[in-house]
């Protein structure tokens, strides 16, 4: 099967989407996972208690061949942590899938994008965020360990989503004929800047998505709550000297978080600016994008764009209004999310345009 070149894109591109729901569903349910407290569900990795699933500790616990340890079971934390894991296990089997197959593609010198290094780094990617995983458990949820979790989850999500835009860019330019017309001096630098200000959009983007894991993980959400002043302030007071420090030790229990008010203030505080500066660079470059006749084939993905950042900003100015409910704390984790892919695709169709120019 692989060795025909059509049927081999076919086929790693399928993978590929699947991977990417997956991915998406790890994002999801580690946001879940880490709004419930349920982090430390289960106390070592990668089984619970020693065993495969909370069901198998509950009963090696019930008789007595099971230690707990200093931290009591609880069943429904148990499972969401570990069905988290399962997720996150199925994922790591079918990156390394994708990396077979674009390697097999390449031993048989057939056409295509399926890039072996590529495919190479989303294995090393995601075996990253796996000992990450492990360390998020067994430093007992520190901040930069969850932050740099949250954020290697992203990367996963977003190189397989650029794989899966390669592979369906290479099927279609297989199956589309050629236009035969070059793009002239105007399309170009309309092409340039377009490149430049969505690439801006998504630098903007990831920073945003940094503050808002360090925000969720030193458990600051609730520190401003009220919208759109915080605290009944404009400029509240804060404590930024202890609210960015990266190191923490690791024998602390970070579970509910260790900073002062003031310090979460800070961290809250400065997400809302970032959200400022994210939506203004994202939105420049959409904008611009929709305004040029010569790119048509990223309208789309900038209408997307713009569609994925107002749900996100309605998800979280509503998520402080209605004092923070778990599901759209966690819906924010999945806009979050959305809006990446809808900003990679926006790169991604710039990219192929010049490229095809």
């Not at 997956?22 to 879940?32: D, W």
């Not at 880490?34 to 430390?40: N, V």
């Not at 619970?48 to 200093?70: E, N, V």
Request: glycine share 8%; proline share 4%.
């Amino acid at each position: 099967m692989l060795r025909e070149p059509d049927t081999a894109v076919t086929w790693m591109r399928r993978i590929a989407f699947v991977a990417v729901l997956l991915a998406f569903g790890v994002v999801v349910l580690g946001a879940y996972v880490r709004l419930t407290t349920a982090g430390l569900g289960c106390p070592d990795w990668p089984g619970c208690y020693g065993h495969l699933t909370p069901t198998g500790a509950a009963a090696g616990i019930a008789a007595g061949t099971t230690d707990q340890g200093a931290k009591p079971l609880i069943v429904g934390r148990a499972w969401r942590e570990m069905i988290h894991r399962y997720f996150a296990g199925s994922l790591v089997v079918l990156t390394v899938v994708l990396a077979v197959m674009a390697f097999m593609q390449r031993r048989s010198r057939a056409p295509g994008n399926a890039s072996v290094p590529f495919a190479l780094a989303v294995v090393a990617t995601i075996f990253i965020q796996a000992l990450l995983g492990m360390l998020t458990v067994t430093w007992q949820v520190a901040p930069q360990i969850v932050t740099l979790h949250l954020l290697f989850g992203m990367t996963t999500l977003a190189l397989l989503w650029w794989l899966w835009l390669t592979l369906d860019a290479q099927t279609a330019r297989s199956a589309a004929p050629a236009l035969g017309r070059s793009p002239g001096v105007r399309w170009a630098a309309s092409n340039l800047i377009s490149r430049r200000l969505a690439l801006a959009g998504l630098v903007a983007l990831a920073l945003q998505i940094a503050l808002g894991g360090w925000t969720s993980t030193n458990y600051a959400a609730i520190a401003c709550p009220d919208f759109p002043t915080c605290q009944a302030s404009w400029w509240p007071h804060m404590d930024f000297g202890h609210a960015f420090v990266l190191w923490h030790a690791p024998t602390v229990n970070y579970e509910g978080g260790v900073l002062s008010n003031t310090a979460r203030v800070a961290i809250h505080f400065t997400h809302r600016l970032g959200a400022l500066l994210a939506t203004a660079a994202l939105l420049l470059a959409a904008i611009w994008v929709l305004r040029q006749d010569s790119l048509v084939r990223a309208r789309a993905a900038a209408i997307a764009v713009v569609v994925t950042l107002a749900l996100q900003l309605i998800i979280g100015i509503s998520m402080v209004v209605k004092g923070f409910p778990l599901w759209l704390a966690t819906a924010h984790n999945g806009g979050a999310a959305l809006l990446l892919l809808a900003t990679l695709t926006l790169n991604h169709r710039l990219i192929a345009a010049g490229a095809r120019s």
